[in-house]
Every structure is written in structure tokens, then in C-alpha cells.
């Protein structure tokens, strides 16, 4: 299955929609094989200024894709499959960027046998950094799962997990840039706090964190031990490490991640 030979509709192209839309027109993928929705026109025309993508109703996106990826809120993907299920076909793949909805909230209002395919993607995607983790629903094959990895692959990298693991990956890695930002965003205050002009502080934190971050891609090495080499005997690292365990911040990691899963559960609950 090459690109270019499907034709992708992003139904509900708000901003996970866009991220996809994007990365698979960077990626190659011609635009005469993208469509789009959108429930506002002024966002309408803003895809089709922004990328030149023909945006289309929902009906005219099930009729002429082959692929439907669906990105609404969770919340209104009841309302969107009772418009669209009865119309789907059962051999056209469904891929559902819909956090916290299981593919058997989809497989209920499908024709039976319709392939759905959960995708949960972060932001990073804008830079081809995204992570992606892609799990099967009970009729997608792995033509299916290849294909949903053939469009996410050039977004940044793809996992392929069990369905039961998705909350858990909605948590840690889907809301997972934000605790990164939260974290810069505090360290920056910190320089500031120490007398550094806020661009100096920005320009150090934000480099230390790209840093950081390759070394734990590429050198292979556990975090416990990258963090040890820069931990010094009675130094000013194992000083500040003092006081973040003092502070509560690994338990309050453990405790926030936890209320996000919960809170995708919630998500799915609430969408039935």
C-alpha cells in the first residue's frame, strides 16, 4: 500500500486534523488525495488557503475516501458516526484520533466487520517529532496497521501497543509535551529568579532540554544513569535533586498521569 494510492479524508480537521494534514503533505502525499471537513466555513477556508486541500460535507469524505480519520472532540463523536455510520462501507478503514474512545465505540455504530484502527499522536507532530502509538480494533488486519503507520511514520516515530495500553499512552506521551512545557516554563522563572534576563534563561533551558532529550534517544543509556553522571558528591546537582524529592515532584508525576488516564476513561464514559 504506497502512499498516494488512498484517498485520506480528516474528518473534523481541528488542530490533531491539521497536524495529520500537514505532516502527510510534507511527507509526499498529493494533495488531490486529501479531503477535509470542518464545521465552521471560516475554518473551511483557512485548510484550503493554508494547504489547498478541498474541503468537503461529511457524507461527500465517506463517499470518496478510502481512509477516514476521525479527529472530533470525543464528546461529539456520537452525534458524527450517527450521521455518518450507516453510510460507511464495511471495508473502508476507519482511524480514530478521538482521545479516549475505544474502537468498540466505534465498532456499535459501524457496519459490522468495519475496520477501525486507534492512532493517539501528541503536537510535536508540527516538527516531525510526534509520538505515535497505533493499536488495532477487532477487525483491523496488519494491511490495516501498516497503512495507518505508512501515514504517521513521517510525523516522527510510531509504537504499535495493545488497546488496553491506550489511556495509559493518551496520559504519558498524548498529554505529555504539556508537562514538558510546564517544566521549562518553571525553570525559566528559576533563571530569572537567579538574576538571568529571561532571554538567557530561555536560550539555556530550552537547549539543556534538547540535549537531554537526544542523549536519552540515542545513547541507550537508563535516565538513572544519565542523571548520576551529572551528579557530583556533595555538589550543587544532588542539592537541587534534595529538594525536588523534598517537594513531592516524582510523586506528583505518578499522581498527575493518573488523573489523566482517569480522565480519558471519563472522556469515553461520557462520549456513550
Same mark, same amino acid.
Given at each position: 500500500?504506497?502512499?498516494?494510492?488512498? /484517498?485520506?479524508? !480528516? *474528518?473534523?480537521?481541528?488542530?490533531?486534523?491539521?497536524?495529520?494534514?500537514?505532516?502527510?503533505?510534507?511527507?509526499?502525499?498529493?494533495?488531490?488525495?486529501? +479531503?477535509? /471537513?470542518?464545521?465552521?466555513?471560516?475554518? #473551511?477556508?483557512?485548510?484550503?488557503?493554508?494547504?489547498? %486541500?478541498? &474541503? &468537503?460535507?461529511?457524507? /461527500?469524505?465517506?463517499?470518496? $475516501? $478510502?481512509? +477516514? #480519520?476521525?479527529?472530533?472532540?470525543?464528546?461529539?463523536?456520537?452525534?458524527?458516526?450517527?450521521?455518518?455510520?450507516?453510510?460507511?462501507?464495511?471495508?473502508?478503514?476507519?482511524?480514530?484520533?478521538?482521545?479516549?474512545?475505544?474502537?468498540?465505540?466505534?465498532?456499535?455504530?459501524?457496519?459490522?466487520?468495519?475496520?477501525? !484502527?486507534? %492512532?493517539?499522536?501528541? /503536537?510535536? @507532530?508540527?516538527?516531525?517529532?510526534?509520538? =505515535?502509538?497505533?493499536?488495532?480494533? $477487532?477487525?483491523?488486519?496488519?494491511?490495516?496497521?501498516? +497503512?495507518?503507520?505508512?501515514?504517521?511514520?513521517?510525523?516522527?516515530?510510531? *509504537?504499535? !501497543?495493545?488497546?488496553?495500553?491506550?489511556?495509559?499512552?493518551?496520559?504519558?506521551?498524548?498529554?505529555?509535551?504539556?508537562?514538558?512545557? +510546564?517544566? %521549562?516554563?518553571?525553570?525559566?522563572? @528559576?533563571?530569572?529568579?537567579?538574576?538571568?534576563?529571561?532571554?538567557?534563561?530561555?536560550?539555556?533551558?530550552?537547549?539543556?532540554?534538547?540535549?537531554?532529550?537526544?542523549?536519552?534517544?540515542?545513547?541507550?543509556?537508563?535516565?538513572?544513569?544519565?542523571?548520576?553522571? !551529572?551528579?557530583?558528591? @556533595?555538589?550543587? =546537582?544532588?542539592? $537541587?535533586?534534595?529538594?525536588?524529592?523534598?517537594?513531592?515532584?516524582?510523586?506528583?508525576?505518578?499522581? @498527575?498521569?493518573?488523573?489523566?488516564?482517569?480522565?480519558?476513561?471519563?472522556?469515553? #464514559?461520557?462520549?456513550?
Amino acid at each position: 500500500m504506497s502512499a498516494g494510492v488512498h /484517498t485520506v479524508a !480528516v *474528518i473534523g480537521a481541528g488542530k490533531i486534523g491539521e497536524l495529520m494534514l500537514s505532516g502527510l503533505l510534507r511527507s509526499g502525499w498529493p494533495v488531490d488525495r486529501l +479531503l477535509a /471537513t470542518a464545521r465552521r466555513p471560516a475554518r #473551511a477556508e483557512e485548510l484550503t488557503a493554508r494547504y489547498g %486541500v478541498r &474541503v &468537503v460535507d461529511n457524507l /461527500t469524505a465517506v463517499d470518496e $475516501a $478510502a481512509v +477516514l #480519520a476521525v479527529s472530533v472532540k470525543p464528546q461529539d463523536a456520537a452525534a458524527l458516526l450517527d450521521e455518518i455510520g450507516p453510510k460507511v462501507p464495511a471495508d473502508k478503514l476507519v482511524i480514530s484520533l478521538c482521545a479516549g474512545l475505544p474502537t468498540s465505540f466505534f465498532n456499535r455504530r459501524l457496519p459490522e466487520g468495519t475496520p477501525v !484502527v486507534r %492512532v493517539m499522536t501528541n /503536537t510535536p @507532530a508540527l516538527v516531525d517529532e510526534a509520538m =505515535t502509538a497505533i493499536s488495532a480494533g $477487532a477487525h483491523a488486519t496488519g494491511a490495516h496497521l501498516a +497503512l495507518a503507520e505508512e501515514m504517521f511514520k513521517p510525523l516522527g516515530q510510531t *509504537i504499535r !501497543v495493545p488497546e488496553s495500553q491506550q489511556d495509559a499512552v493518551t496520559a504519558l506521551s498524548g498529554s505529555g509535551p504539556a508537562y514538558f512545557y +510546564l517544566l %521549562v516554563e518553571a525553570m525559566i522563572d @528559576a533563571g530569572i529568579l537567579l538574576g538571568l534576563p529571561r532571554q538567557v534563561a530561555h536560550e539555556l533551558i530550552v537547549q539543556t532540554a534538547i540535549g537531554s532529550a537526544v542523549m536519552l534517544r540515542d545513547s541507550g543509556e537508563h535516565p538513572v544513569k544519565l542523571r548520576e553522571a !551529572v551528579t557530583s558528591p @556533595a555538589g550543587t =546537582t544532588i542539592s $537541587a535533586i534534595r529538594e525536588l524529592e523534598k517537594h513531592g515532584v516524582r510523586a506528583a508525576l505518578l499522581a @498527575a498521569l493518573e488523573a489523566a488516564r482517569d480522565r480519558a476513561r471519563e472522556l469515553a #464514559a461520557q462520549a456513550d
